[in-house]
């Protein structure tokens, strides 16, 4: 009995260890797998936009110059805002440098507001400038979005049979509140987080992590899908952008659902 | 004699008397009375293997939360890690010195300048308005300077379905229009959903009941589509989404939109 006793304590210990190994190599396995998740994006990146990036970067330091950077940037930053001015559309306009978020349509602000605070992907900054003014130098396509409020707030009203079930409408409540939090998807995998600034209640600090946190589960489940399968994951690169719940609101209900963005680093 | 019998009576009853225990005693009773638990523990199995399935549990609920914590919050932070190649723009004196450069960059330069003369002529000079549907309020535009501002009502964003198949939904339309049709003391023709929406049966075309005076204020300016920018008698609602796509304003603002803009002049609702 002794025996059996201990021979079962040993398989346990034993079955502990293995499991706690395994763990440790799949999240190694995994750490190493989403790490290089960046630097395919990257090479990526650079493929789609080899032709001007190789041929600007054949031997030639002027690519760090900043001078010619800032003139690069300045110049994407206008191409892209034609391009889409060109169009009856409404569209954002994102300037980093001022932390200004703006409405336009056919080149005329219609709507502007101050960006309060702004984080992005390592990969959108130091060292890529040129790529990413390359990259910039045409509108972002929004090819989706999650959000915590509704594109178009429609009310369905079933029409009155006949007189006597006419009802006026109600008006309508203003002071509802709801926080606003979305993510807006782009064409080349940037994606972009626009946040309310206010903390109006306290549930919308909650609001916000379990925003949030849904979308990690989302990219999570997506990424281990993918290394489950011997695959480097997706990676999208961010700007996460908190801004004035009003200015939230207005951009998210204004801009089409597949609308376009430029950004200005 | 007093003294001693106090001592004696303070260590037999595990008390210490007054503040004579030193630190060294009180650390060997609490190792004692822990050798005592540990004993006792060792000595009742049921006891024991309830402390060690609570301890299991707690180190694998601790290892799943290490590992979800990981996964979701970690493993991004270290994808954030910097990547590229230098360590960003430098200004390169040698380089500025170099004919090939400065040709570069004059032409950049040029181009530029040309992209944005391009973009700054999208800005008209001409008077303009400008539309917000979320909040509902206007701002009115002249040689480029903002003129005046107020509030306005736009769409309800009410979907008005009958018992039938049709259905109507109530929306201001966005993006940029101009002004097709200007109106002074304009009528209403009803449009088959004003009688739908007070169960009434729709009439014909151009049956009188359809005409509605005096609702739509002084001025009318057309958007096309049947879209208006009018008057309204429910000043109250202004400030609200409560219209079925129109736009209305308050009869002082009206005027003066109605002045200001010319046909042809543009119309900017976002």
Sequence with gaps: MKTETGATKTGGKLTIIVIAVLVILFLVYYSVMAMLAPLKKLNELKEKYTP????????SRILTDSTYLSLIKEKAFLQSKINMAETDSIYLVLNLAD????????????????ISFFRMSSILGKGNEYLMYSLLSGPLNIVGDYSTIRKEPLMIKMAPRDTSEYKPDIIPDTTYHEPVNYILETDIGIRIFIYQSEKILPSDRKHQYFFDLNDRLRNTWNSLKRVAILEVPEYHPFIKLVLPGADARIIYRAIPRKGQIAVYL | MEEDRVQKEGNESGFPPGNKMTLHEISKRVSAHISRFYAGVHENKKLLG??????????????????????LFAVPQFQELPYGKGSGPANLKELKE????????????????RLLRKYNSYTSGQSYIVINTTYNKFHLFRNKKLVREGRCSTGSYIMLKTHGEKKWIFKTPKGKYWIQGKIASPVWRKPDWA???EGLPIPPPNHP???EPGVLGDYALSIGDG???HGTIYKRFLGMPVTHGCVRLNDEDLEVIYKTL??????YIF
């Design chain 1, 52 to 59: 001007e990036y190789e041929e600007a970067a054949s031997g």
């Design chain 2, 209 to 211: 009941s359809r005409w």
């Design chain 2, 195 to 197: 009688f739908v929406e």
């Design chain 2, 98 to 113: 170099d004919k090939n450069y400065r040709k570069i960059t004059g032409t950049l330069s040029k181009d530029v300048q």
């Design chain 1, 99 to 114: 932390s200004i978020a703006s409405l336009e349509i056919s080149g005329v602000e219609v709507h502007s507001a101050r």
């Design chain 2, 50 to 71: 309830v402390i060690r399935t609570t301890l299991i549990s707690v180190v694998t609920l601790l290892s799943v939360v290490f590992l979800v914590f990981y996964i």
């Design chain 2, 262 to 267: 010319n046909i042809g002049s543009k119309v």
């Design chain 2, 227 to 229: 879209y208006l920018i």
